[in-house]
């Protein structure tokens, strides 16, 4: 496979729908794992945490190959809504968009919840985040 083109912008609202399409793409086969696929149910979640001015899209040719989001809150910054298509994985792309958004929060802490048992787990990992709570779903991870 060659070479990926990719560029990031900010999102715009109307990009909520083609995201949330993303976002039920990229991660069925793991909410599926889980056996916790429920597109409707995904579909809100992303819905409602959706906001445009905290999101970044990642664009290649005219598809939509990721996403990812800050959202701060009082004690930490949330990092939220990181997807990427599956063409996009693997060529540093991820790992380009979490370094460009730790550098945007610090000072402060960073905090994300992803799927227990997600390869994005090892990304995390070397980006210095710790694990700091799971259930059999969820697990919650920090960067001081």
């Known amino acids: 496979m060659g070479t ?53 899209v990642v664009e290649g040719g005219r598809r939509l190959l990721g996403c990812i989001a800050l959202h701060p809150e009082a004690d930490t910054t ?22 460009e958004a730790i550098a945007s929060v610090a000072p402060g802490s960073i905090t994300l919840d992803v799927l227990t048992g997600s390869r994005a787990v090892s990304l995390y990992e070397r980006a210095g985040f710790v694990e700091i709570g799971r259930d ?4 919650v991870m920090r960067r001081a």
């Open 78 to 99: 949330w990092l939220r809504h990181f997807y990427l298509a599956e063409e996009a994985r693997g060529r540093g792309i991820g790992t380009a968009l979490l370094s």
């Open 136 to 139: 059999p779903v969820d697990t």
């Open 4 to 56: 990926v083109e990719w560029s990031v912008r900010p999102a715009r609202p109307d990009d909520l729908q083609s995201l949330s399409d993303l976002k039920l793409e990229v991660l069925r086969p793991e909410f599926e794992r889980l056996a916790i696929w429920d597109p409707p149910r995904h579909r809100a979640r992303f819905e409602r945490e959706f906001t445009a001015h905290e999101t970044r």
